[in-house]
């Protein structure tokens, strides 16, 4: 392949471009509607890459099977979308609770249950957040475009594999079945990182130990096979990994969990700002529907209106600190356009309180946005 050279690329398939280039070793899945073409193309390419494609009986069994490949050592990634997603939610559960580093592709389509299988949607904001049971943070990423399809998914490895936790690439139909020009990177102008290994003797390696590590809260991650034993359990755990049921062990290990990710939304958090410096109406958007509101915040400025968007890129941690920074210049009102009936909006208006109003631009049953709706609501803000 020549080097920066365009290409034309579907959503999907940028993903797995991807995934490839940020050292994917191991797949598994179970083809869905309309993440399949992830699974397709890691069949195809993956092998050719060193690595290992295997198609499981089922969306919870690729899951666990992706756990134990990257406790293993290996880059591990599993695709779906709605159904499989919620089916994948125990075993999410329990990389969340071993801190296993992995990806889960799932891009969206109208739900609930099998829905409308080729239809966009964003329902599953809620569930990327909020599927797995207890006290636990996530990393979610929301691409709105070919190209970053392709950025995301190298940079959901990259936290993956800093932060010793389970990353969500949390995309939609659209976005997934899009076609776009791209030129993507070559490896040499990529940044891919690596798991931290233990430097410390192998029997005294702690595989969850309080203080260890490069990133505060992020344990060293020995690979099985290396010469560490070490216990990893979905129960709730010591340094050791062993079970403890000691509220005081118990607490401080479910407090390093969380506050890896929370005490890091600086790093972790990325949005994309435009048009915010003098905006009197802001749109609120992500994944595809951010493309028509874009669109919109254009023609809103051509006549004549001060509109601007805020397109959170990470979707979790949310991008509070973003919000209040748009609070702050006191817009006569926020726009969420969404893909559902209101799923980031309540977060939205937590954040605005009562300052600023927040208006809703919501559809159903696998209709895009179109930019036109979503101008109506800017104009009718004013």
């Not at 990257?70 to 979308?81: D, E, P, R, V, Y």
Request: hydrophobic letters at 45%; aromatic letters at 6%; charged letters at 20%.
């Amino acid at each position: 392949m020549i080097k920066n050279q365009a290409r034309l690329l579907q959503g999907n398939e940028a993903v797995v471009e991807g995934a490839i280039a940020a050292g994917l070793k191991f797949f598994a899945g179970y083809p869905i509607t309309p993440s399949t073409e992830i699974a397709e193309q890691c069949a195809a390419k993956l092998p050719a890459a060193g690595g290992t494609f295997i198609q499981m009986e089922d969306e919870i069994a690729s899951m666990a099977a992706v756990c134990g490949a990257s406790l293993a050592g290996a880059k591990s990634m599993t695709a779906t979308s709605g159904p499989g997603f919620s089916l994948k939610q125990e075993n999410l559960g329990f990389a969340v609770k071993g801190e296993i580093p992995c990806v889960v592709v799932n891009v969206q389509r109208v739900g609930p249950s099998t829905g409308m299988p080729t239809s966009p949607a964003q329902g599953d904001v809620m569930q990327a957040r909020w599927g797995a049971h207890g006290d636990h943070e996530i990393v979610a990423l929301c691409p709105s475009s070919v190209e970053e399809a392709f950025s995301l998914t190298v940079e959901a490895f990259n936290i993956a594999e800093e932060y010793r936790t389970p990353v969500i690439l949390l995309m939609d139909e659209v976005i997934g079945h899009l076609r776009e020009k791209v030129v993507l990177p070559s490896k040499e102008e990529l940044v891919v990182k690596e798991r931290e290994k233990p430097s410390v003797p192998q029997g005294e390696y702690k595989p969850f130990a309080m203080k260890q590590g490069n990133i505060p809260g992020v344990p060293p991650l020995a690979a099985y096979g290396e010469g560490y034993r070490f216990h990893v359990t979905g129960l709730t755990h010591g340094e050791d990994g062993f079970p403890t049921n000691n509220p005081a062990i118990a607490e401080k290990q479910l407090k390093r969990l969380n506050e890896k990710i929370s005490s890091n939304k600086e790093a972790l958090v990325k949005v994309e700002e435009f048009h915010l410096d003098d905006a009197e109406i802001v749109v609120f958007a992500y994944g595809a529907t951010a493309r028509s509101a874009r669109k919109a915040v254009n023609d809103a400025r051509a006549q004549g209106i001060k509109a601007g968007m805020l397109r959170p890129v990470t979707i979790w941690p949310f991008a509070e600190d973003a919000l209040l920074k748009v609070k702050a210049k006191s817009p006569k009102a926020v726009i969420v356009a969404e893909m559902n009936l209101g799923q980031m909006v309540l977060p939205v208006k937590r954040v605005m309180g009562d300052s600023v109003p927040v208006v809703q631009v919501n559809k159903l049953a696998g209709q895009l946005i179109e930019p036109e709706e979503i101008l109506s609501a800017v104009k009718e803000a004013i």
